[in-house]
Structures are given as C-alpha cells and as structure tokens.
C-alpha cells in the first residue's frame, strides 16, 4: 500500500475526517440530481443500490481470504483474491435472486442471499477438506487464542512460522455471513434496476402494445444484470482495498476497518446507480 502512502501498520483504523464529509456531500449530491431527473422510480432506485452496495461491501469483511500464503498452508483462509472470492459468492446469489426475481423483491432478495451463502458454505468446506486431508494441517487461527464460537484454543495446533492455517469455525462461519449480506445485496441492486427498467423501458422506448413491452423485458434483464454484477465488483473491490491483503474473517483485527468501506461503498453505489439510471434516459432518446 505504499503506493498509495498507506499506513504503515496493517492493523491500525484511521479515518480521516474530510473526506467523510466530502463523500458525504458528494452521496447527497447524487441523491438530490437523481431526484430532479423525475424517472418515476429512480429515486428508490437509488436507495435500494445504496443499501445493495453497502451490504456487498459490509459482508465482504466477513468473508475468510488467504491469498498466497493460504495455498502455502502459511495463513488461514481460501486460497484466492478478495475480488475473485466476493465476486463468486455474489454471482451465485444474482442467480439464486434472478430465478426467483417473478416472486417478488423480498422473496428473491432472500433467495439471493440463500445462494451467496451456500456457495461460500460449501467453498469452505471443501477447503478444509483439502487442508486436512491434502496438507495434512489442522484449521488454526494466527489472530486468536480461542475460537470466539467455539472456544477451541488456537495456539498449539500452529505450525510455527506460520500465521496459522486452514479454516477455523469461526472464519467458516464468517465465510457463510458473508455470502448470505453480498448475494442479498447485490440482489437487492438486480431487481431495484429491474424494476426501474421494466417500468420506464416501454415507455421511452414507445411501446404501447403489451407485446411489444414484453419483448422490452429481455433488454431489461440484461441491462440490470450487467449493472449488477458490475456494482457488484466495484464494492468487493473497495473492500480488496480497505483490507489489504488477507483477512480471517469477524474475529480479525482489519474487520474494524468496515466503517470506511461502508461509506466507500454508499458514494461509488450511488454514483454507479445514477449511472444506471441515466442508461434508461439516454434509451429513449
């Protein structure tokens, strides 16, 4: 992170106080010009993405991520990149939220957030079964004396050298917390973009006759879940940034940073939205 003149301990949580007050004028600000574009809808839209977003970005923290050293057996976690790792959880949730999408927002979001988590849970346990029976190591937290779930001590079960390694109950659990708030969340942005262009797309499109607006509706599928997935990976990278290399899950000190990614995650949400939201307008035209 030095690059960015990051700081030099990877433990510590600073937060400086103008920039929270710039992202915060700059969300209002958004907010207020998706307002005065009057498309019926966008408004709550808009929100929904926010809160997608934020829920993408929140659940990412929970999720355990190893990196390199994981593969070694070195760290705990799996053994992938945080954007690559979110990024699988949240597209095995769109899908569980777009098959159920006909059911409704609360349904379908719920779905969503039912296959992000499944896809995490049987992600991490597959995972210990390569350790422990591939490796030959057991699941160790480097982070923690006691499993904070279970109370299993910790330290005698590292291997010395190492940060620990494996999955602990604890990162497991966290890895299931967190595929459960990013395939909610990026649900949540699918069906409040699918329900904004299902409604305005005929419309500014000119279609009157109920056949033609059905034949919108592929074109509105595809154009929300584009935006989807693109917001989707927007916030898992921010949150890539916001930890900077591998993570344990709940237990681990970097889970406190999670305030600035949240507000990272509502300004690039919203101004990702608002780009969404214009698509419909610039259609019509």
């Not at 279970?150 to 494996?166: C, L, N």
Request: proline share 5%; aromatic share 8%; glycine share 16%.
């Amino acid at each position: 992170m030095s690059a960015i003149a990051g700081p030099k301990s990877s433990l510590s949580v600073e937060y400086n106080a103008v920039a929270i007050i710039v992202s915060l004028i700059i969300l209002v600000l958004i907010i207020a010009a998706t307002f005065m574009l009057g498309i019926p809808m966008a408004l709550s839209a808009l929100i929904g993405i926010i809160v997608g977003g934020v829920l993408i970005g929140f659940g990412v923290h929970f999720v355990p991520v190893g990196g390199a050293p994981a593969a070694m057996g070195q760290a705990p976690g799996i053994a992938t990149g945080v954007a690559m790792l979110a990024g699988g959880a949240g597209l095995a949730g769109l899908f569980g939220g777009a098959w159920a999408a006909s059911q409704g927002l609360v349904v379908a979001t719920v779905t969503g957030a039912i296959g992000g988590g499944l896809m995490m849970a049987i992600t991490c346990f597959f995972v210990n079964v390569i350790y422990v029976f591939g490796m030959g190591v057991p699941a160790a937290s480097g982070k923690v004396k006691k499993d904070p779930i279970t109370g299993d001590t910790q330290p005698e079960f590292k291997s010395q050298g190492t940060e620990g390694h494996g999955l602990p109950f604890v990162s497991f659990v966290g890895g299931v917390i967190g595929g459960i708030f990013g395939g909610g969340g990026g649900t949540l942005v699918y069906m409040m973009l699918l329900g904004l262009y299902t409604a305005t797309l005929p419309k500014l499109m000119g279609s009157q006759s109920v056949a033609n607006s059905v034949a919108i509706l592929p074109i509105a599928v595809s154009l929300a879940g584009v935006f989807a997935i693109g917001i989707f990976l927007v916030n898992a990278v921010l949150a890539a940034y916001n930890i900077t290399g591998t993570i344990e899950g709940p237990h681990d000190p970097k889970f406190k940073r999670f305030p600035r990614d949240i507000i990272a995650s509502a300004v690039a949400s919203g101004l990702c939205g608002f780009v969404a939201i214009l698509i419909a307008t610039s259609i019509g035209m």
